[in-house]
């Protein structure tokens, strides 16, 4: 699946589109197919974020994976630092992102 | 320590009201990102992976305790509570909000900092050696050349829109505490034979993609004649430069492609130019500035003995602890490497530990280092344990001065929107395997260093151990580097074969050091064994 994100023009936070917003946790992504560049184009217009771009992901049980680490990465927070990723209470937050 | 005056204070409140106008209109949706971008970037305010990164200029690595006590607070009111002290003496902010980055330059400028050329194509934070004002081996304070440099050229025109950054860098003493040759210009203060003070000027390295060392283009530079050498060289730089390719806009590849002895040519008749038409050297300027680092009020006769009784504090004596030209002074440096920690990573609490200390036993002073670890320049000895037991007590009394847990790493993917791999767990690993004091201690000397990705901002290639984060169709893939060095006998570490997992490049960083004890002589370092007998073994060893 396609899926776009960026990052909030205010607070810099990575930003997963759903179809009508932005949303900070990737599972809320929706597969923009064929609809990308429409999309994107009108967000820029919008000025509420950043770099809007398509990235490449999957969807199964475990919610939407995308398909590079470093959008995995973005998607959660440093590795490094668990206590600030968006689940920090998730001791196999990491086996995700690797 | 320099302090500003009133122009000083004037140009840095402008900007940050300027900056304060440009966020105001760019979040009213007045100005697009393409517009606003280069703008913020001049503010050393980047978008990274999950925020914006704030990195503020540290000049010369120098900081008073004041400023240090406005870093946490910035950290704690802005940030997560903490900073990372960079290979360029600086301090970045990981998680800065857009719409508080002007009020944190509003804060900033209150303690007489700024983020200005922190970023962009401009002269970058000039860096110094971290013991200057205070090493037993210098000639002089290198620091009023750096700041009377930094003066002459913040916002010059002609210097304002270079055709890339370009990194400076000036010591005074044999010892290279700088990495002098990886920048593109840089000043070693040496005397003549004559016992006059001048510069030993370097210029055309640099890291990155395409690394190159420094060569020596003048062999003794009258001290008065620098403006002039530096604009000559900028000029020259300027009038070449490759402006249409991003791979080849860095002076390092004029000079490469030019020639050093044509480079250098054209510099000197350059700087000729400039000295036939009288440029004057700003002779009040100078001794103004210079009165700011006369040195503190060092007492006399103090004992020169330290009390290593406890044998907890004479392990990180020994290894922290370095000569001062002061009798009964010392230099204490800090280590930001805890085994299992981020490497220049320093919370706030721990900030406002170092600013007391500071202010109660340095002189109100503190460095930070290119190796990403801080320093009270001017303690008393007996102060010593003291100092120690505050620092144990904040977790920051790690004994591993240039040892293989003091690597150097940048943030890599865990942060960097430009990395090809994760530097930092990497970094942690390595640790974690030689954190045994008595094997760190055996090994010796070992300088390890990480960069996540091409741009070298780890210093890979300086490392006696270079690491280099790439990405393998998306997965993270390491290539072991060696021999590289940033001191005195700069050199440029080699790739040693086909790269590496996360957990492979740990094992082959050990099979290293197990061959460099197996064949070491007596009294060498690893890179001293890497130089006497190459590559090979080496490959041998880990790819065998
Ligand atoms: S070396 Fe690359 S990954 Fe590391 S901080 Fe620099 S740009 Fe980012």
Redesign the interface.
Same mark, same amino acid.
């Given at each position: 699946m396609k899926i776009i994100t960026g990052?909030n023009?205010?607070?810099?936070?990575?930003v997963w589109w759903t179809g009508y917003d932005w949303s900070l946790h990737v599972e809320d992504s929706i597969d923009v197919g064929e609809h990308a560049e429409a999309v994107i184009q009108r967000e820029?217009g919008a000025?509420r974020v950043?770099?809007a771009h398509a990235v490449e992901a999957t969807r199964d049980e475990d919610g939407v994976r995308p398909?590079?680490?470093?959008d995995r990465?973005?998607a959660l927070?440093?590795?490094?630092?668990p206590d600030?990723t968006l689940k920090p209470a998730d001791p196999a937050v990491g086996n995700w992102v690797i | 320590m320099y302090r500003y005056d009133q122009y000083d204070q004037a140009m840095v409140d402008a900007r940050v009201a300027e900056f304060r106008d440009q966020v105001s209109r760019?979040?009213a949706?007045r100005m697009?990102?393409d517009q606003f971008k280069p703008l913020r970037l001049k503010n050393g305010l980047y +978008?990274?992976?999950?925020?914006?990164m704030l990195r503020v200029a540290i000049p010369y690595g120098t900081l008073n305790s004041r400023q240090m006590r406005k870093l946490a607070q910035i950290a704690r009111t802005y940030d997560?509570g903490y900073g990372h002290f960079t290979t360029r003496q600086n301090i970045q902010y990981?998680?800065?909000? +857009?719409?508080d980055a002007p009020d944190i330059l509003g804060d900033l400028a209150k303690v007489e900092m700024h983020d200005i050329q922190t970023s962009g194509e401009s002269i970058r934070n000039i860096s110094a050696d971290q013991f200057a004002g205070a090493a037993a081996d210098e000639i002089m304070d290198p620091r009023p050349w750096c700041e009377l440099i930094r003066q002459m050229t913040s916002f010059m025109p002609e210097f304002s829109y270079l055709p890339r950054k370009f990194k400076i860098a000036v010591i005074a003493s044999k010892a290279d505490r700088a990495a002098l040759r990886w920048h593109d210009f840089a000043l070693r203060i040496v005397r003549n034979d004559a016992g006059e003070t001048g510069f030993e000027v370097f210029a055309g390295g640099g890291m990155g993609r395409t690394p190159f060392i420094a060569f020596r283009i003048r062999e003794f530079l009258p001290t008065n004649e620098i403006f002039a050498y530096l604009q000559a060289v900028l000029r020259v730089w300027n009038r070449h430069a490759r402006r249409d390719n991003i791979h080849k806009q860095r002076m390092k590849i004029l000079v490469h492609e030019l020639g050093e002895k044509e480079f250098a040519r054209q510099v000197e008749a350059e700087h000729a130019g400039f000295l036939a038409r009288g440029a004057n050297f700003p002779q009040a300027e100078y001794d103004r500035i210079a009165e700011f680092f006369a040195p503190p009020p060092f007492e006399q006769g103090l004992n020169d003995d330290i009390d290593l009784a406890d044998p907890e504090f004479a392990a990180w004596a020994e290894r922290q602890v370095v000569a001062h030209k002061a009798p009964g002074y010392a230099i204490a440096n800090i280590s930001l490497k805890p085994v299992g920690g981020?490497p220049g990573d320093i919370s706030a609490e721990q900030m406002d530990v170092v600013a007391d200390l500071a202010e109660r036993y340095s002189f109100d002073e503190l460095r930070a280092t290119h190796s990403q670890n801080l320093v009270l320049p001017h303690v008393r000895k007996a102060d010593l344990p003291a100092i120690w037991r505050a620092l144990r007590d904040c977790g920051l009394a790690d004994a591993n001065l240039d040892l293989a847990t003091d690597l150097i790493a940048c943030p890599g993917?865990?942060?960097c929107s430009l990395?090809n791999a994760?530097s930092?767990?990497v970094a942690?690993k390595i640790a974690a395997r030689f954190a045994d004091a008595e094997r760190q201690a055996r090994i010796g000397e070992l300088k390890i260093k990480i960069s996540g990705c091409i741009n070298a901002c780890g210093h890979h290639h300086a490392g006696n151990i270079g690491i280099l984060g790439v990405d393998r169709k998306?997965?993270?893939n390491y290539q072991l580097l060696l021999g590289g060095s940033g001191d005195a006998e700069t050199s440029q570490a080699r790739i040693a074969g086909p790269g590496f997992d996360e957990d492979g490049i740990v094992d082959a960083v050990e099979k290293a050091t197990e061959l460099y004890l197996r064949q070491r002589e007596d009294g060498e370092r690893f890179i001293d064994t890497y130089r006497r007998i190459g590559m090979e073994p080496f490959k041998e060893a880990i790819y065998g």
């Amino acid at each position: 699946m396609k899926i776009i994100t960026g990052n909030n023009l205010r607070s810099g936070a990575v930003v997963w589109w759903t179809g009508y917003d932005w949303s900070l946790h990737v599972e809320d992504s929706i597969d923009v197919g064929e609809h990308a560049e429409a999309v994107i184009q009108r967000e820029e217009g919008a000025q509420r974020v950043n770099g809007a771009h398509a990235v490449e992901a999957t969807r199964d049980e475990d919610g939407v994976r995308p398909a590079h680490i470093k959008d995995r990465i973005r998607a959660l927070g440093p590795t490094v630092r668990p206590d600030l990723t968006l689940k920090p209470a998730d001791p196999a937050v990491g086996n995700w992102v690797i | 320590m320099y302090r500003y005056d009133q122009y000083d204070q004037a140009m840095v409140d402008a900007r940050v009201a300027e900056f304060r106008d440009q966020v105001s209109r760019r979040l009213a949706g007045r100005m697009t990102d393409d517009q606003f971008k280069p703008l913020r970037l001049k503010n050393g305010l980047y +978008l990274q992976l999950h925020a914006y990164m704030l990195r503020v200029a540290i000049p010369y690595g120098t900081l008073n305790s004041r400023q240090m006590r406005k870093l946490a607070q910035i950290a704690r009111t802005y940030d997560r509570g903490y900073g990372h002290f960079t290979t360029r003496q600086n301090i970045q902010y990981n998680w800065i909000r +857009l719409e508080d980055a002007p009020d944190i330059l509003g804060d900033l400028a209150k303690v007489e900092m700024h983020d200005i050329q922190t970023s962009g194509e401009s002269i970058r934070n000039i860096s110094a050696d971290q013991f200057a004002g205070a090493a037993a081996d210098e000639i002089m304070d290198p620091r009023p050349w750096c700041e009377l440099i930094r003066q002459m050229t913040s916002f010059m025109p002609e210097f304002s829109y270079l055709p890339r950054k370009f990194k400076i860098a000036v010591i005074a003493s044999k010892a290279d505490r700088a990495a002098l040759r990886w920048h593109d210009f840089a000043l070693r203060i040496v005397r003549n034979d004559a016992g006059e003070t001048g510069f030993e000027v370097f210029a055309g390295g640099g890291m990155g993609r395409t690394p190159f060392i420094a060569f020596r283009i003048r062999e003794f530079l009258p001290t008065n004649e620098i403006f002039a050498y530096l604009q000559a060289v900028l000029r020259v730089w300027n009038r070449h430069a490759r402006r249409d390719n991003i791979h080849k806009q860095r002076m390092k590849i004029l000079v490469h492609e030019l020639g050093e002895k044509e480079f250098a040519r054209q510099v000197e008749a350059e700087h000729a130019g400039f000295l036939a038409r009288g440029a004057n050297f700003p002779q009040a300027e100078y001794d103004r500035i210079a009165e700011f680092f006369a040195p503190p009020p060092f007492e006399q006769g103090l004992n020169d003995d330290i009390d290593l009784a406890d044998p907890e504090f004479a392990a990180w004596a020994e290894r922290q602890v370095v000569a001062h030209k002061a009798p009964g002074y010392a230099i204490a440096n800090i280590s930001l490497k805890p085994v299992g920690g981020i490497p220049g990573d320093i919370s706030a609490e721990q900030m406002d530990v170092v600013a007391d200390l500071a202010e109660r036993y340095s002189f109100d002073e503190l460095r930070a280092t290119h190796s990403q670890n801080l320093v009270l320049p001017h303690v008393r000895k007996a102060d010593l344990p003291a100092i120690w037991r505050a620092l144990r007590d904040c977790g920051l009394a790690d004994a591993n001065l240039d040892l293989a847990t003091d690597l150097i790493a940048c943030p890599g993917l865990d942060y960097c929107s430009l990395a090809n791999a994760r530097s930092i767990p990497v970094a942690q690993k390595i640790a974690a395997r030689f954190a045994d004091a008595e094997r760190q201690a055996r090994i010796g000397e070992l300088k390890i260093k990480i960069s996540g990705c091409i741009n070298a901002c780890g210093h890979h290639h300086a490392g006696n151990i270079g690491i280099l984060g790439v990405d393998r169709k998306g997965i993270e893939n390491y290539q072991l580097l060696l021999g590289g060095s940033g001191d005195a006998e700069t050199s440029q570490a080699r790739i040693a074969g086909p790269g590496f997992d996360e957990d492979g490049i740990v094992d082959a960083v050990e099979k290293a050091t197990e061959l460099y004890l197996r064949q070491r002589e007596d009294g060498e370092r690893f890179i001293d064994t890497y130089r006497r007998i190459g590559m090979e073994p080496f490959k041998e060893a880990i790819y065998g």
